[in-house]
Antibody, heavy 119, light 110 residues
């Protein structure tokens, strides 16, 4: 069965960077796009960016341009999301997700990674 | 930033029918299909509906979706206590070149 397993919680200081991993299993990694979505406390889900598991092409939300880098390692079937210049407002649960059938229909989600930014 | 608009809360008694609305624009709902997610406290969202009105395997047929123009809605019939959750609509946005989400509707079963 399809599974997305994320790395554990992180605590970072303002200005630092964080790298969250998403280990995929149960399907052909190179066939699907992986999305990164975050949810700040009490806030809506927010799309951050995506990576094509096959050719590595990335697209980022303008809200994170210049601060976000998404990469993947096909041999490890793992996607990574790197967010730099962290601010307190970046405190959130970060999710990776995969489409079920149609573009944007995220039918598989990781368990989420809590990133806390605090001095 | 393009976003979708949902009512912050909805409620109903067991067995009732409730609907949750979602309003967007021509760059998202008006030109792409709508997905709905259910999120229980402390858990990842679960895809409830895709392509406006299709249910993934395992989602009860008590849940249905519809879309007209730049608006969509999710209907739940025969409301049950386990339906108490946050519900989010989402659609691809052509301007953003990515998905946009609604603010979420907290459904309370009275």
């Amino acid at each position: 069965q399809v599974q997305l397993m994320q790395s554990g919680a992180e605590v970072k200081k303002p200005g630092a960077s964080v790298k969250v991993s998403c280990k995929a299993s149960g399907y052909t990694f190179t066939t699907y796009v992986i999305y990164w979505v975050r949810q700040a406390p009490g806030q809506r889900l927010e799309w951050m960016g995506r990576i094509n598991g096959g050719n590595g092409d990335t697209t980022y939300s303008q809200n994170f341009q210049g601060r976000i880098t998404i990469t993947r390692d096909t041999s490890a079937t793992t996607a990574y999301m790197d967010l730099s210049s962290l601010k307190s407002e970046d405190t959130a649960v970060y999710y990776c997700a995969r489409d079920l059938f149609t573009r944007g229909s995220m039918g598989y989600w990781g368990q989420g990674t809590l990133v806390t930014v605090s001095s | 930033q393009s976003v979708l608009t949902q009512p912050p809360s909805a409620s109903g008694t067991p067995g009732q029918r409730v609907t949750i609305s979602c309003s967007g624009s021509s760059s998202n709902i008006g030109s792409n299909t709508v997905n709905w997610y259910q999120q229980l406290p402390g858990t990842a969202p679960k895809l409830l509906m895709y392509s406006d009105n299709k249910r993934p395997s395992g989602v009860p047929d008590r849940f249905s979706g519809s879309k007209s123009g730049t608006s969509a809605s999710l209907a739940i019939t025969g409301l049950q206590s386990e339906d108490e959750a946050d519900y989010y609509c989402a659609a691809w946005d052509d301007s953003l070149n990515g998905p946009v989400f609604g603010g979420g509707t907290k459904l309370t079963v009275l």
